[in-house]
T-cell receptor, first 109, second 115 residues
Framework: QKEVEQDPGPLSVPEGAIVSLNCTYSNSAFQYFMWYRQYSRKGPELLMYTYSSGNKEDGRFTAQVDKSSKYISLFIRDSQPSDSATYLCAVSGNEKLTFGTGTRLTIIP | DAGITQSPRHKVTETGTPVTLRCHQTENHRYMYWYRQDPGHGLRLIHYSYGVKDTDKGEVSDGYSVSRSKTEDFLLTLESATSSQTSVYFC??????????????FGQGTRLTVV
């Protein structure tokens, strides 16, 4: 079983829609959870990180962690064409960061 | 942008030749990582370092070695390049706080082609 599972998509939604991206993880010891955005031919850039369970909001983005179900989510409100990218979830544990495979998102104008 | 520089940015090399990729940071972060990114596999950890001369293997370390003689530099060497090592390689750095690695910052990547 992979430590982090992520639906690879692709996912296409119209501009202005709410986007929900999700990952599951296997190790209940993980405490730090991150979301990265990666544009084509660029390095991943940190979008948000959360510690333990709960929600964290930053503008149009909300990261949510449910440790009881080992489920992490990223919500994008009022999606824009500039949000079109690959989104990767990541968890921190045992000195390492483990990534999901990424979900490719396209926002259609 | 975090101060991470990868070099070279692009490289084409022949099968069987050794190749060294360099990652340089100006942030003085303790942890440095090398990942490779391939379609369908996402980012996979090759090796990481938790201090000068302190390194450990990741999930896809076969055929790779690393060295860290200074805090700011982390080198990845493909000892004898193979076509299966054609990939995009990313270096990352992170802090370690209370035993956990918090957010990592990535370089721009090195696109390596082995022919």
């Amino acid at each position: 079983q992979k430590e982090v599972e992520q639906d690879p998509g692709p996912l296409s939604v119209p501009e202005g829609a709410i986007v929900s991206l999700n990952c599951t993880y296997s190790n209940s010891a993980f405490q730090y959870f991150m979301w990265y955005r990666q544009y084509s031919r660029k390095g991943p850039e940190l979008l948000m990180y959360t510690y333990s369970s709960g929600n964290k909001e930053d503008g149009r983005f909300t990261a949510q962690v449910d440790k009881s179900s080992k489920y992490i989510s990223l919500f994008i409100r009022d999606s824009q064409p500039s949000d079109s990218a690959t989104y990767l979830c990541a968890v921190s544990g045992n000195e390492k960061l483990t990534f999901g495979t990424g979900t490719r998102l396209t926002i259609i104008p | 942008d975090a101060g991470i520089t990868q070099s070279p940015r692009h490289k084409v090399t022949e099968t069987g030749t050794p190749v060294t990729l360099r990652c340089h940071q100006t942030e003085n972060h303790r942890y440095m990582y090398w990942y490779r990114q391939d379609p369908g596999h996402g980012l996979r950890l090759i090796h990481y370092s938790y201090g000068v001369k302190d390194t450990d293997k990741g999930e896809v370390s076969d055929g790779y070695s690393v060295s860290r003689s200074k805090t700011e530099d982390f080198l990845l060497t493909l000892e004898s390049a193979t076509s299966s090592q054609t990939s995009v390689y990313f270096c990352a750095i992170s802090l370690n706080w209370q035993g956990e690695n918090t957010e990592a910052f990535f370089g721009q990547g090195t696109r390596l082609t082995v022919v």
